[in-house]
Each structure stands twice: as C-alpha cells, then as structure tokens.
DNA sequence: TTGAAAGCGCTAACAA
DNA sequence: TTGTTAGCGCTTTCAA
C-alpha cells in the first residue's frame, strides 16, 4: 500500500499533526525532526495526498479550461501558455474541449464542480447565463479569457479588438487599398464587431466610405475564408485588400484568390488576426496582429489564483494591445 | 454553503447510506425513495464530491498526459482526440508539457501521484527508467503513446515507423528519384530509428545504394529543416527529393528551398511525416505520411481505462498503420 | 429496502 | 515544540 501520513509519523516516532506541519510549513518543529521526517518519508517514496487534503478543507490545485478546441493553434498557444504560468504557482489544468457546443460546456463545468477545481478559466462563450451565474453564487472563481460576458461579473483579460481592427485597416489605407473588405467569425461576438468598429473608423478616417458589400461573415474555418473571398472577388468592383478577422480565415482566403490565379500580396493584399504559428508558414507569410498571448495567458492565471487565494479579491478587467506583425502578404495595391 | 450527502439524507428522510447508493447505482432502492432524493438533488443543485468519493477509495476520474507541447500541432491533435475519448468514458485530463526536459517530466509525475489520477499517458520520452519502474510497482497504470520503452512493461500504441519510412521512400522511388535524402529528428528514438530503417529498405529495394551522406540528423524545428536542407542542397550531388521525419521539418525544408531559389515540387520534391493540419496550409500542400492519430488517441484511453478498471488486466501493444497522403509536394524528378 | 458506523488520509484548533 | 482529536464528504460492510 502507499504510505500516508501514519506511517511516516509512526516510523518517525511524532504524531501525524507534526508530519502535516512540516509538508506544509507552518507550526514551529525542530530541525532535527523536521529532517527525520523527511529521511523517511524520502525512504519510503511518501506522495501525499491532495485528495485527503482537499477533503480536510485545503485547495485541489487544479484549474478548470475550457476552450473550443486545442487543434485551433490560438487555443493550443492560449492552452501552453495558461498551463505555464499555472504550473509555476503550483496548480495543474484540466483541459475541456467544448467546440464551443452548450451541453458539453454544461457538462464539462458540472463536472469540473464535482471535481472541485479551484477554480475556471472560461475561452469559450459559454452562453448560459443561469449556470454561470450560478458559479458565481457558488464562489467558484471564473475568470475569462479573450472573451467578453457583460452579465458577469467575472476577471477578465481581453485584447483591445478595436485598436487591433483599426491597425489592420489603417496598414492597409496607409498602403493605398481603397476598396478593402473585412471577414469576420461570427458577428455576435463582441470581438468581431469590435473589430469591426476599428476597420471602420480606420477606412473613415482614410476618407474612404464603409461598404456593406466589403462586410462579410464567415464560418469558422479555412473553406468558409476560401467560401467568402470567392464571393467577395466576384463582385464587380472587387477588394484590393482584404482583413479577415483570424488567421486561419486569411488563410482560406490566399489559397482560395491563388486557386483562381489571383497572386498574392500582388493583386491582393491579405491581413490576419491572431499570429499563430501558422502565419509564418504561409507563402508569403501572413501580415497580422498579434494578439499578447502569453501575457494574457498569465494574466488570466494571475487573475484567478489571486481570487482562489482571496475570495474578496477584487475583479479586474485588463484589456492588452494587440500589435502588427509585418510580413509578406500586403502590399501596395497594383495600379 | 455547497450541499453535502447529509444535506440530502435529510431532507429526503433517509441515510446518508442510501443516497450514496442511489448516486451510485448500487443495492436496491425503491422507486419512491430514488426519486425523492433526485428531487431534493436537484433543487439543491447537489454536486456529489468526487474528491471525497475518491479518498473513500474510489476513482479519481482523473488522466494525466504527458506530451512534449501543445503548440506543436501533432500533439495537439493527440490531445485532442485523447481527451475526447476520455470525457466519452468519463474521465478528465490533466496536461502537462513537458518540453521534454527530464526535471519537468519528473515534476509533472510527482504531481499527478499526489493528485492520485487513476493513470497517466505519456507521449513523451520520459528517460528516467527508476522512476517509472516505480510507478509500475505501485500498480499506477501507465500507457504510451507514440513512443517505445523497450525497459517497460506497459500498454503501447503506435504507428508502424519502419511501414511509414519505407511508403514514404518508396513512393520517391517510384516517382523516379534517385537521390533521396532523409532528415530525421533524434536518432536516439527508436521511431527515427525505424523510419530511417525502413526508408533504408525502399532505397535498396528500388536498387539505390543506401548513401551515409544523405541521412541527417536536425533538432526539431522549423530553422532546423532549414539549416539541415540548406547544407544538403550544398552538397555537390544535392538530393532531388527530401523525406524529413515530421512536418514541421519538411516545411522547414520548404521554405529554405524556396529561399535559395528551389523550387517545389520541380527542382527537389519533400514528403513530411505526421499529416497535421499545417500540410494543408503550406504551398504546394505537403504530401505526407499520416499517423491515425484519432484511432491511435482512442486506444491510448481504451487501454488505459481498461487497466484502471482491471489491474490486472493483460498489457497490450497496439500498432496501427500509417498512410501516403499525395498532396503536391513531391513530383518526378527534373531530367 | 434501508441504516449505523467505521474508515479513507489529511488539517487545524486546542492542549500540553 | 509536539500531540490529541474532531472533522472534511463519501463508501461499504453488516445488520436490521
């Protein structure tokens, strides 16, 4: 059988209250027992138990993510990055893939309770307001991460989605596009229409009209990007440029303008969102915006373990800036 | 505060004996009763501790799965399929990325034995064998994932790499290349091994002499296709076709190519290993080995769950068969 | 069909 | 500086 505490306390000649002050550091034991305790429990390969010790009223050390899918590489980075910091301040991550489907969040979150995690880090738009209100009844700490929930009350570490929109929009005015279109994910999303905003105001500012031809939505994947930017460039008047609202949509794009023979960043400019690994892989690699990653992986982290360890901890709401990443795929506009 | 099983024996005017047995399926409990305490269940919205469950000595519902990184899409997609057939059977997943660096791998186990997680899967190359011995005497069932351990008496899936090595030389044999060179990522897994192996066969087979010059070595990255491509294209008799043991090494060999004026798949053809989603993305698209990993993340999680379920239930070692996916990469050579 | 009670491994008063 | 002891929330054996 594994060893627990009685056994290490027995052979050590103390009791298990002693044992359990020296793992935890806390209580005054002398030198001298503290390193018998330890001989042994080294001897004996002594693994204690954070399930008895969550049980006894302490933390479980594991955080709860919940994100659309890790294949997604923003979410793999996202997922590397929350799992880093979480790792560092000592709690381990249980990784929930939802696809961004209600029930499996539903389950996923009732499950996490039973397991009770410390706490929540939510990526994805999980859009019962009733089980999320809950949680926060509950104190079961939430925070959330490049998504945007008003109800809720809840830390949260965003990019700044309209700053990111207006750089991408502003590149390409200051480039010369005048006819620019933007594809977006899904216009419910605060992110999009933010996004939206920024390209907007970009384009006015330019002295250039907003054209709701230029606006579309797309589902999200490469063969909806590729969908959409055939019907953009069939239109009469067809974009110069085209902004599309995450990398792997701009991807869809380029391979479908190459597809009918359109050469890119020649006769069309494209911009990204995200800067995942795959915009350096790309030919030509993929001008973006880069969204602050890792320090929003941290960040959230932070957020969160600071209301695990003080549950009145007041909420934050910390909003990075995204930043252009010049690469190949936009250029002035041909004539 | 949360509700506990006293809570609901309470309030239902029964023992705590009886509502454990309802949550749990056990004995036999009247219809009456078992709905009475689903309905004061639900309306407490009473979430059954499995950390108490667990220290009464039942299961954690816990796998930890060790891998190299997340970012790097084949592992992300193992995750991804591992974790699916997990929450299928009920189990979660804790992740950690280990970097393959022995001090992490270490660490991450040391936890997840405290945590008491039912198992762990490992997809990376833990090297410290008395660690894991001890792991198997403490009857902690262990699975691997895409990696041997020759010392280790544990369930295993793989892929057949001497299979893929040889389809993958063979299919460029068959195109007509001649000088086939091949860039592996560590020659000290025996999955390089293998593949060099069977890529050894396929050249012999087709009547080509196997060339010592034409086997590289390359750390795993994109810049280490590159450099490694680079110094083979310097060569004076440079390959006219490149098998690099992974994708992201045949992308890097891609773009250092196509930096010096290479061009693909005219002037040298590349065949990657792994089929992830970026073989897709690049330009030509890569043709590839796939490795099933969807099947293989499923049997990860059957064999291991089985083992949780079964102590001793018998350790199996499942190979599965990779696949030539053609894409446009890889041609006739030129003359 | 139901219940009493011991025990899982640890923590935290409180006492000594 | 160290120990006693009562839980934490659940499972399970045995009895009723």
């Known amino acids: ?3 627990t ?3 290490i306390a027995r052979l050590a000649g103390v009791s298990t209250a002693t044992v359990s002050k020296v793992f935890n550091n806390r ?5 001298k027992t503290k390193k018998k305790i330890f001989e042994i429990s080294e001897e004996l390969n002594y693994q204690p138990s954070v399930v008895a010790s969550a049980l006894a009223g302490k933390k479980t050390y594991t955080i709860g993510l919940l994100i659309p899918d890790v294949v997604n590489p923003f979410f793999a980075e996202m997922t590397r990055n929350i799992e880093d910091r979480a790792h560092e301040l000592g709690f381990n991550l249980v990784i929930c893939n939802t696809d961004n489907d209600v029930n499996k969040e539903f389950n996923y979150i009732q499950l996490l309770r039973q397991k009770r995690v410390d706490g929540i880090i939510l990526a994805t738009g999980v859009r019962n307001d009733k089980l999320l209100k809950e949680l926060i009844n509950e104190q079961l700490p939430i925070a959330l991460i490049a998504r945007e929930m008003s109800i ?8 700044d989605d309209f700053a990111g929109g207006y750089s991408a929009a502003s590149y390409l005015t200051g480039l010369g596009h005048k006819r620019i279109a933007i594809i977006a994910e899904n216009l ?3 992110s999009s229409r933010e996004r939206i905003r920024g390209y907007r105001y970009a384009l006015e500012e330019a002295g250039i009209g907003y054209d709701e031809r230029y606006v579309k939505e797309s589902d999200f994947s490469l063969a909806g990007g590729g969908k959409t930017t055939n019907e953009l460039l069939d239109e009469p008047e067809p974009p110069t440029a085209i902004f599309a609202c995450n990398d792997l949509l701009a991807i869809g794009a380029m391979q479908a303008a190459k597809q009918r023979g359109v050469s890119i ?17 790309t030919d030509p690699p993929l001008t973006t915006i880069a969204q602050p990653i890792q320090a929003m992986g941290q960040q959230v982290v932070d957020l969160i373990t600071q209301e695990i360890n003080n549950p009145k901890s007041i909420k934050q709401r910390i909003v990075l800036l995204p930043e252009l990443i010049v690469r190949g795929s936009a250029r002035e506009p041909a004539e």
């Open 5 to 7: 505490i009685y056994d």
């Open 152 to 159: 809720l009350s809840a830390s949260t570490v965003l990019v």
């Open 265 to 281: 960043p020649e006769e069309l400019s494209v911009v990204g969102f995200d800067n995942t690994v795959l915009a350096a892989i």
């Open 1 to 3: 059988m594994k060893p």
């Open 27 to 31: 209580g005054s034991i002398s030198d």
């Open 188 to 190: 419910k999303l605060a």
